[in-house]
């Protein structure tokens, strides 16, 4: 081989050696660029993840705050829904008071009158009946007619009071008792025991037993008792206190209506 020859091929190695070196440069240089560009490339992936990841998160928790608004709503319907039937019942009984009151308000007009009658004619009959404990009676139509015009008593309370007082006046009728008070005989007053039967008879009798009194209705006077009647009297007023067994008895009574 000539000179000129081995030159050529030593020159055309060399140039292939350097050709070989530059594309092995070259290739290098891609595969970095490719291994940076899938590195960015898989970063930009996570922080794409991670933003997916954070929605998910976010529309769970709207998706979980939309069923409890939702399940709240349902519940605050139902509530709704019961507080109006009350309202509904409430404004119900409001309009049957109110038919209430005012019957009740006509029922005053026609109650209020009678029960000023009512006291009056108790008034009247306590004058004309049998004196028995007569201070407390007076008392007690007193009372009534002072609570009559009092805004503070009930019409229902004042007409519940003046049929008490009926009541305790009818009570006078059956009941036999005997109690200590003042005697009055018009020229002087004493401490007697006074005893009743109804009214049916009554008597009345000094502390020392020796003096007796009849009430004679007709006269609106007591009268005095002749010593017969003494021991009556007495043994009467211990039966009505029980310090006696019941029995027969002489009593001096005035006939109803009699003259």
Do not use: C
Request: glycine residues 4%.
């Amino acid at each position: 081989m000539s000179k000129v020859s081995k030159k050529s091929l030593i020159a055309s190695t060399i140039v292939g050696a350097l050709a070989l070196a530059s594309s092995n440069i070259a290739t290098a240089d891609v595969l970095k660029d490719l291994q940076n560009t899938e590195a960015k490339i898989f970063k930009a992936s996570q922080k794409s993840q991670k933003k997916i990841d954070s929605i998910y998160e976010q529309t769970q928790d709207l998706l979980a705050e939309y069923r409890n608004v939702v399940d709240e709503a349902d519940v605050l319907k139902s509530y709704n829904d019961h507080v109006q039937r009350l309202v509904d019942g409430q404004k119900a009984n409001i309009a049957s008071l109110q038919k209430q009151i005012d019957y009740i308000d006509t029922i005053k007009q026609g109650v209020v009158p009678l029960m000023y009658k009512m006291i009056d004619t108790l008034d009247k009959f306590i004058e004309l009946d049998i004196p028995v404990n007569i201070d407390s009676r007076k008392e007690r139509v007193e009372n009534l007619k002072k609570i009559m015009p009092d805004p503070n008593v009930t019409t229902s309370e004042q007409f519940r009071l003046v049929l008490e007082a009926y009541e305790i006046e009818a009570g006078y009728g059956t009941i036999f008792d005997a109690y200590q008070g003042e005697l009055d005989l018009g020229d002087r007053t004493i401490t007697a025991d006074f005893v009743h039967m109804g009214r049916i008879a009554f008597l009345a009798q000094s502390l020392d037993l020796k003096h007796a009194w009849v009430w004679n209705n007709n006269s609106r006077a007591w009268e005095e008792l002749d010593e017969s009647y003494l021991k009556s009297v007495t043994d009467t007023i211990r039966m009505a206190r029980k310090q006696l067994p019941m029995d027969l008895t002489k009593l001096p009574i005035f006939a109803a209506g009699a003259q």
